[in-house]
């Protein structure tokens, strides 16, 4: 079974999330393209591993997040956090929002990145 339809997410969201993904990147001129794998990769694991049920809504929100945890765990100067809800976020969701969502992601793989 594919875990996001767990969380009526469609594979076609998930696609459009991912080159959504790599725009965010080359506007934010993030360097590495890691960052674009392990992005992808830990949304993914997240949405497999995680306990509550989303819908197409938080994807935007949990892909927003891998975005700023792979920035920081790959690039030599990652994405700063006033850039993730204005310029990528186009200010649908607030810092706090982001760092709640980064803890719950980051313990639901057990910091495995």
């Known amino acids: 079974m594919d875990p996001l339809e767990r969380h009526n997410i469609s594979s076609n969201d998930r696609q459009r999330m991912i080159d959504w993904m790599i725009q965010v990147f080359r506007v934010l001129?993030?360097?590495?393209?890691?960052?674009?794998?392990?992005?992808?990769?830990?949304?993914?694991?997240?949405?497999?591993l995680c306990i509550n049920v989303y819908d197409r809504s938080s994807l935007l929100l949990v892909g927003l997040?891998?975005?700023?945890?792979?920035s920081k765990y790959e690039e030599t100067h990652g994405i700063f956090m006033e850039e993730i809800p204005k310029n990528a976020g186009h200010n649908q969701f607030q810092k706090c929002e982001i760092l709640e969502m980064e803890i719950e992601i980051l313990r639901t793989v057990d910091f495995k990145i």
């Open 29 to 48: 001129r993030v360097s590495s393209e890691n960052s674009i794998f392990i992005s992808v990769a830990l949304m993914d694991r997240y949405f497999s």
């Open 65 to 70: 997040t891998c975005l700023f945890i792979s």
